[in-house]
Every structure is written in C-alpha cells, then in structure tokens.
C-alpha cells in the first residue's frame, strides 16, 4: 500500500512535532510544508519536500491525501475550510477553531459533505486515557461526585518571544493549554454542563490569563475544581506527570486529576486505584486498599497519526470529531465569558 501523501500547515512548535512522526511513519509521507515564515523554506530542504508560503499555491501545485493543520489558533478555521473545500481530510490542532462561530461553521461543512475532521486532542489517543476512562466506565469507583485537576508550569520567556501571538488574544492558557484538559474531563466525566472562573494576568501583565481558577458542574451532578497557570514553579501538569514528551522532566509522584466515587477514586496518571474491601464499611473511619493498574507507554502523537490515515483510508471513524471540537471550545469560551461576568455559565447545546 502507497504511503499517504500528507502536507502539513505550519512549522512551529507542534507542526515540527508532527513533522518528526511522519519522517518516522510507514503509513505516510510527507509532501509539502506549508508555511510562510522565513525559516520555514530551510525546514523544507532538510526534509527534502517543496515549500509552500500558503495553501492554494500547495493545493494548485500538489495532490495530497490530507492535510495536517498546526496554524496559529486564528487561522485553524479559514486554513480548514480552504482544505474541506478541495475534500481533503484534515488533522486540525486543538483549538479547532479561535471562536465558536467558525467552528460551528466546519461542524456544518462536516455533516454536510461528509468530510473526514480529526480534531488534534492527542491525549484521547493516550494509553494513560484509554485506561483511565476503562476503570471509570467499569463501575469500580461508583457514581462520580468530585474532579480535582492540575495544569500547573512555568513556560520560560523565550516560549513567547518565538510567537508573540501567544501573548494576545487567541492565544493564552485557556485556549493553549486548558482545551486540552476539558477534553480529558469530557472523556472521564461526561459533558459539562455550567462553569465559573477567576483569572490573573498579575504575573506575566499580558494581554492573556497566566492563572486560572476553575470550578465545574458536570451533567451527572459531579462537581470539579481546576487549577491552571503557565506561571507556576510546579509538576503538577499532564506533562511533568504523564511521561509522554522527553522534552519535559518527569515526576513520578505527582498526580494531574483525581476523580472521586462513591465506590472509590482514581489518580491519574499514576493510576492508584483506592476503595473499600467488600468486607468493609463505606467509612472514612475504614482503611482503603490501593491497587495500581498497569498500562502500557506510547507516543500519543503516533498513535494519532495512525489513526488519522486510517480515517483517510476509510476504515475508521474520527476519535475526536469537529463536534467535540466545538464542545471542548465552548466550555473554554464559557470559562472566558464567567471570568469577565463574574458569575457561573452555562454550557452552549
């Protein structure tokens, strides 16, 4: 079988990300780089592929059998709906959209003509999730009452100095960084169904958030808190504690989430299970066992890729849709309209 003809949009940090997992691929190639900064016709050389300053000249020049969109959050829907328009499946990087509006507009687009989106949530391709959401669906924790979550770092200078864009609307934790983790709550949880928030720009005084305080409803009833900062000397995030990106130093006893039943709770992603024997009472005055699940470790990203060839190939269906998409956008857009309100609100349907 031919390997899939990929092009990627955007040469930054993630693009670079995605770039290394198709060099590294058997399923696809890559084909064009995309990209109008100036470094970017240098990248092209050392991957040996054309460059492209924008989509159309690449799209009246190539064919291509998908296109893998790691734009800045502004352009994600104009750079999508100019690949759908020529039906070619897209791997789009989270946020699928800057606002909800145009992400309602590619939601249109896909159940209208049948386009195959493939949101860039990574983390639903993740062991440690697959695992996670298989105890939680087993029943082995009980009803779900309480969500603790964690994204705490402290992103160094130079990370805006490369892109001032992460400074400014669009940009930011909420959107960045925060989407990714009301995707994995969604996953675990069930939808969210109100928010209510504070922010703080005290630390970095940018246009953007640099700390957040959450709380969460969920559908069910479950009540969450969440924590999130790109100013915060801490490990405790999804990347100092998961061990998916070597890139970052990992802790092995820290805990991102821990989500709490009636039967039991679940840390994540040291994955300790803790509850009651059936001999015990349902008691805090009773000791709790601790099992640890077992999972095994892989690149997220790969396991991404991997499916969205074969999304391109027809023999699966998107994990993460443009419909969640747009979910996992508006709760970070209702977190943003509590902030500035003041009060809680509730989540589009």
Known sequence: ??????????????????????????????????????????????????????????????????????????????????????????????????????????????????????????????????????????????????????????????????????????GGPILINLIHEIGNLRTLVGEISSVQAMASSAARNFEVEDTVAITLRFDSGALGTFMLSDSAVSSASWEHTARENPAYPHDPNQDCYQISGTKGSLAVPTMRVKSFTDNQEVSWWSPMDEQKINYEAADPLVRQLNHFCDIIRGTAKSKV??????QNLLVTEAIAKSISAGRAIEIER
């Open 1 to 170: 079988m031919e390997p899939l003809a990929l092009a990627v949009m955007g040469a930054g940090l993630i693009g670079r990300q995605h770039i290394d997992r198709i060099e590294k691929a058997a399923e696809c190639r890559l084909a064009a780089i995309v990209d109008p900064a100036t470094d970017a016709p240098q990248t092209a050389k050392q991957q040996g592929v054309t460059h492209y300053s924008n989509i159309a000249d690449a799209l009246a020049n190539e064919v291509f059998d998908g296109v893998i969109i790691a734009t800045p959050n502004a352009l994600h829907s104009e750079h999508a709906e100019q690949c759908l328009a020529r039906n070619l499946p897209i791997l789009i990087e989270k946020p699928i959209a800057h606002e909800s509006a145009a992400a309602k507009s590619l939601l249109t687009a896909e159940r209208d003509h049948g386009h195959k989106i493939l949101v860039g949530h990574h983390r639903v391709h993740s062991p440690i999730m697959e695992t996670a959401r298989e105890i939680v669906s087993s029943g082995v924790l009980g009803s779900i009452t309480t969500v603790m979550g964690s994204a705490q770092f402290y992103k160094p200078a130079a990370y805006f100095d490369e892109a001032l864009w992460r400074t400014k609307r669009g």
């Open 321 to 326: 849709s443009a419909f969640d998409g747009l």
